[in-house]
T-cell receptor, first 110, second 114 residues
């Protein structure tokens, strides 16, 4: 059974700092996704990573994928309060469905 | 098109009652998915349609759950004899058919069973 593990599960950081969220998965996957979810809201797609070595950046967020290590990272640069949310990674193991991690609840303090 | 639409947004029901949720996918998307998300967890896959055919069901989808997509457009998810453990956010997503098929999620229906 495919497992997706994120760490940390909770992250409290100060504005202006950098940090990384890690996403490990247990079996081969075609694609990896990062989503953002605000409280009580649905999922907003951030990045889709399609191949080994893929790197994508949008604003203060950068995602990368290492398929050999079965690891993706979401790096936050110079955090701002607006980035406070829960971040999920999800893997699509070729079965037309997504398997999600537990989520990382990020709180950015002024 | 404004994206995936789900109704109702919130539903409170008494234990033992039946509930039905509706999902309208993005119009040109022929794939439709249902997920369930409990508090503090990531979404879990329930079932998937391609056009009107239900192609996969998770073991999470007990006999009390049934999903339909009769004309390959909107879908309904019915829960019979609801239990408190059914309380969750039910998310619908849709995607195109193809090699790269990113799924777009609706706002979800939050179910509370009292």
């Amino acid at each position: 059974e495919l497992k997706v593990e994120q760490n940390p599960l909770f992250l409290s950081m100060q504005e202006g700092k950098n940090y990384t969220i890690y996403c490990n998965y247990s079996t081969t996957s075609d694609r990896l996704y990062w989503y953002r979810q605000d409280p009580g809201k649905s999922l907003e797609s951030l990045f889709v990573l399609l191949s080994n070595g893929a790197v994508k950046q949008e604003g203060r967020l950068m995602a990368s994928l290492d398929t050999k290590a079965r690891l993706s990272t979401l790096h936050i640069t110079a955090a701002v309060h607006d980035l406070s949310a829960t971040y999920f990674c999800a893997v699509e193991p070729g079965a037309q469905k997504l398997v999600f991690g537990q989520g990382t609840r990020l709180t950015i303090n002024p | 098109d404004t994206g995936v639409s789900q109704n109702p947004r919130h539903k409170i029901t008494k234990r033992g009652q039946n509930v039905t949720f509706r999902c309208d996918p993005i119009s040109e998307h022929n794939r439709l998915y249902w997920y369930r998300q409990t508090l503090g967890q990531g979404p879990e896959f329930l079932t998937y349609f391609q056009n009107e055919a239900q192609l996969e069901k998770s073991r999470l989808l007990s006999d009390r759950f049934s999903a339909e997509r009769p004309k390959g457009s909107f879908s309904t998810l019915e829960i019979q004899r609801t239990e408190q453990g059914d309380s969750a956010m039910y998310l619908c997503a849709s995607s195109r058919q193809g090699v790269f098929t990113e799924a777009f999620f609706g706002q979800g229906t939050r179910l509370t069973v009292v």
